[in-house]
C-alpha cells in the first residue's frame, strides 16, 4: 500500500525532529537481516537513548535538509536504515558493531556527526571512543590541572613565610 502525501509529510517531520536532537546518525545497510536481529539491536541501543529505523531515502534526504544537516547522497542509496544517537553514541556504535560482526549481513555504511560525514571506518571509529561518563571525567581532569597547579603555585610563598616564622620562633624557644 502506498504512503500518502500527508503521511510521509508526518514522517519527514519526525525525523527532522529526531535529527535536530541527535548527537550523531550512523546509516547502516541491513538488507538480508533477520526481524529478530533487529528487534535485539533496538533493544540493546534503547538504554543509551538511542533508536534505529528503516528509513525511506529520499525522505531522509528531504528531513536531512529541512534539519539543516549534511546529506551524504552516497550514503543515502539502496537498504538504508539510520540509528539516532543519544548522548552514548560510543555505545551505540559498539552495539552495531558487534550486530555487525556477528551477523556479516549488516553494514555500517557511514555516519554524520555534527556538520561532518563519516566514511565506514570513521563510524566504527566511533566505537572505540570511551564511554560519557570518563570522557566529562577527562575533560574535568584537563581543566582542574592548571587551576590546582596555580593554587600550588600561589600558595608556595605563604607556605615558605609561615615555614621561615615557625623556625625562628622555635629557635627564640630554644
Known amino acids: 500500500m502506498p504512503l500518502t502525501r500527508e503521511r510521509k509529510e508526518q514522517m519527514v517531520a519526525e525525523y527532522v525532529r529526531l535529527f535536530s536532537n541527535s548527537q550523531a546518525l550512523v546509516v547502516v545497510d541491513y538488507r538480508g537481516l533477520p526481524m529478530s536481529v533487529i528487534n535485539k539491536l533496538r533493544a540493546d541501543i534503547r538504554p543509551a ?13 528531504l528531513a536531512l535538509q529541512q534539519a539543516g544537516l549534511v ?3 552516497d550514503l543515502l542509496k539502496g537498504t538504508t536504515a539510520i540509528t539516532v544517537c543519544g548522548p552514548d553514541v560510543a555505545a551505540t556504535v559498539k552495539a552495531l558493531k558487534a550486530v555487525a560482526q556477528e551477523t556479516k549481513v549488516l553494514q ?19 566505537a572505540d571512543l570511551p564511554p560519557r561518563e570518563v570522557l566529562l571525567a577527562q575533560v574535568v581532569g584537563a581543566i582542574q590541572a592548571p587551576l590546582s597547579g596555580l593554587v600550588t ?11 621561615v616564622l615557625k623556625a625562628y620562633a622555635d629557635k627564640k624557644a630554644a
Open 49 to 61: 537513548g538511542s533508536k534505529f529505523m528503516v528509513v525511506k531515502n529520499t525522505l531522509a534526504r
Open 71 to 73: 546529506v551524504p547522497q
Open 108 to 126: 555500517i555504511k557511514g555516519a554524520i556527526l555534527g556538520r561532518s560525514v563519516l566514511d565506514a571506518a570513521g563510524a566504527e571509529a566511533l
Open 153 to 163: 603555585v600561589l600558595s608556595a610563598p605563604m607556605r615558605g613565610l609561615v615555614t
